[in-house]
């Protein structure tokens, strides 16, 4: 059982209702630290509004909600977080140095640290050759970058990135795919609401899919520990006894036309299942574990008739 | 700490979006056109051979009414500039990047409430101390007790901010503006009703505008400062337009004193207990 001490997120029958309307009905959910976790629901599933009860931002009806081991709202624990909110709206009459120094301030940090902090954190969101510039000047994409940059500032271990590639050029988005890598390298937990599902497999460990304020399901990204698979095999001279001997690790497989299939329990006996082909004799060109698309899952969960 | 980078902003702001650069060019534009206006007159003065005492009288009437204007371009000032802070910043979501910040969020409204209150005091003294600068300039004449003038004046201000955040902290911007402007339109329009009553001796009609003045209590400021600065013969035969026919009293100026602190108590409460 994992300690509380050791989630990043932690919520217990989190309910908020607005004006009689529930947002968020039943919200339990861990995430432990260092994982890059994916929020995933159609429109009004309760994402955002679960996320700004998590920052403070909004108050719970019912229920508990933790974050780095204390309340969620706690102004010691927002010092060690990083928020990239969906609408980046910022003061715009300020520079982005400015405005990283605004945030800098409010996070307590001092002169010298801002001093080193800021150059660096513009070039890396690409944005030091604008830092002249006012943000009214800014577009959609540079508006998110220098977000992105002010939700890193403080080194948070827990970032909140709501759609932070949105406004985002293809370079913009490998630059955010490569910004969350480095922040789980450095052992900090991501938490990405995002409908771009494509960036959200790339990039998360888990997803939760959300559907009218309560989690549905969580599942894993991790091709290791992915469950239930279907495993298509291209390989010639498969015998029926070769085939019988499966039966070990999978009652479901088949072999036709040079392609043997069948469904394991969990991707981690794969490699054994083809040391055994291997060396039963068969000549094997590919394994490709078949994995259910997020998308895929997404639609079966939410129903194809409705938007995201 | 977050208060002051709180109302550093704020006047950062104001200097940025040329809103204070503006107030102060319409204020030297006002001063100019008041300081005309006072050197004809002086001139005139001199032509009809007008007594000093008159003359004096006449000086003080146009500084009272100087003052006056000086007050209505505070209240409007107080109420235009601070009505979108919170509400603006709360509807487009700016809030949340600030709001997420370790600070609490009482520092975050104080600092904007002090930044506000900075800018105000700036531009009322300004406008205050040049009213009387041009009058003791050009006919020897200024308010009797500045000081306190000023500081009504300033308190006035102060409570009209306060209670344009107390609004704004619940409402939208279009809403909380309406809703300052309305309040002080009623303590407005309740300090003429207490002084006709005065004159024609209606108590009842007085104590409708008492009453109208605790619901708001921004006029009987201005009413008193009114009484503090203009002329001592003036104040004694009750014959200027402004205030000296039912002056409010002290308390009423600590009662205004507890409500912008309950204004205020309330703007911090609503804006800490509010999803934002």
């Known amino acids: ?161 709501d759609e932070p590639t949105s406004g985002l050029d293809p370079f913009g988005r490998r630059m955010v795919r490569d910004i969350i890598k480095a922040q789980r390298d450095r052992g900090a937990t991501v938490v990405l609401n995002s409908h771009l599902l494509g960036e959200v497999e790339i990039t998360c460990d888990r997803v939760a899919f959300i559907k009218d304020g309560e989690v549905v399901e969580t599942r894993t990204l991790d091709i290791e520990a992915a469950e239930q698979n279907t495993v298509l095999i291209r390989a010639c001279n498969v015998t029926a006894e070769m085939v019988k001997g499966l039966a070990q690790w999978t009652s479901s497989a088949r072999y036709d036309g040079g392609r043997l299939a069948f469904s394991l329990s969990s991707n981690a006996v794969l490699p054994e299942v083809v040391r055994y082909l291997a060396s039963a004799g068969a000549d094997i060109y590919e394994v490709a574990p078949q994995r259910l698309s997020l998308e895929e899952r997404f639609l079966q969960i939410v129903g194809s008739d409705r938007g995201m | 700490m977050g208060i002051w980078i709180m109302a550093a902003v704020t006047f950062r702001e104001a200097a940025r979006k040329k809103m204070l650069w503006m107030a102060l060019a319409a204020g030297c534009a006002f001063l100019i056109l008041f300081g005309t206006g006072l050197h004809f007159q002086a001139k005139d003065f001199a032509r009809h051979g007008m007594s000093p005492i008159l003359r004096r009288e006449i000086s003080f009437t146009m500084l009272t009414m100087a003052l006056y204007a000086v007050d209505l371009l505070a209240v409007l000032m107080t109420i235009l500039t601070s009505v979108d802070t919170l509400s603006g910043e709360i509807a487009s979501g700016t809030i949340q990047a600030v709001a997420t910040k370790p600070v609490p969020r009482w520092q975050v409204l104080m600092g904007k409430w002090v930044g506000f209150v900075g800018m105000l005091t700036a531009y009322i003294a300004i406008m205050v101390g040049g009213v009387n600068a041009v009058t003791y300039f050009m006919a020897n004449v200024t308010a009797r007790h500045l000081l306190s003038g000023f500081l009504l004046i300033w308190m006035e201000s102060v409570v009209l901010l306060s209670v344009t955040f107390a609004f704004a902290a619940y409402f939208s911007t279009l809403t909380s503006g309406i809703l300052a402007l309305g309040l002080h339109g009623l303590a407005f329009i309740g300090g003429w009703i207490e002084q006709l009553g005065a004159i024609t001796q209606t108590p009842r009609a007085v104590t409708v505008g008492v009453i109208a003045s605790m619901v708001m209590p921004s006029e009987a400021l201005w009413r008193r400062a009114a009484f503090e600065m203009q002329s001592p013969l003036a104040n004694a035969m009750r014959v200027s337009p402004f ?19 309950i204004a205020l108590a309330i703007a911090v409460r609503r804006f800490s207990q509010r999803d934002l």
């Open chain 2, 243 to 261: 205030s000296t026919l039912s002056v409010p009293s002290m308390p009423m100026v600590f009662y205004a004193a507890l409500y912008m602190t």
């Open chain 1, 1 to 161: 059982m994992t300690r509380s001490s050791d989630l990043a997120i932690r919520t217990r029958g989190l309910r908020k209702v607005f004006s009689g309307k529930v947002a968020v009905r039943n919200l339990t959910l861990d995430v432990p630290r260092g994982e890059v976790f994916g929020f995933l629901g159609p429109n009004g599933a309760g994402k955002s509004t679960s996320v700004k009860m998590l920052l403070g931002l909004a108050f719970p009806t019912s229920g508990e909600a933790e974050i780095l081991g204390r309340p969620a709202g706690d102004v010691k624990a927002r010092s060690k977080v990083g928020f990239l909110p969906e609408h980046f709206r910022f003061y715009d009459w300020l520079t982005p140095a400015e405005l990283l120094k605004l945030h800098g301030r409010l996070y307590g940090m001092s002169q010298g640290l801002l001093r080193e902090r800021i150059p660096s954190l513009l070039d890396l969101v690409g944005l030091t050759p604008h830092r002249d510039k006012r943000l009214q000047e800014f577009s959609k994409g540079m508006l998110q970058r220098i977000g992105l940059a002010q939700a890193l500032l403080n080194n948070p271990e827990l970032i909140f990135l």
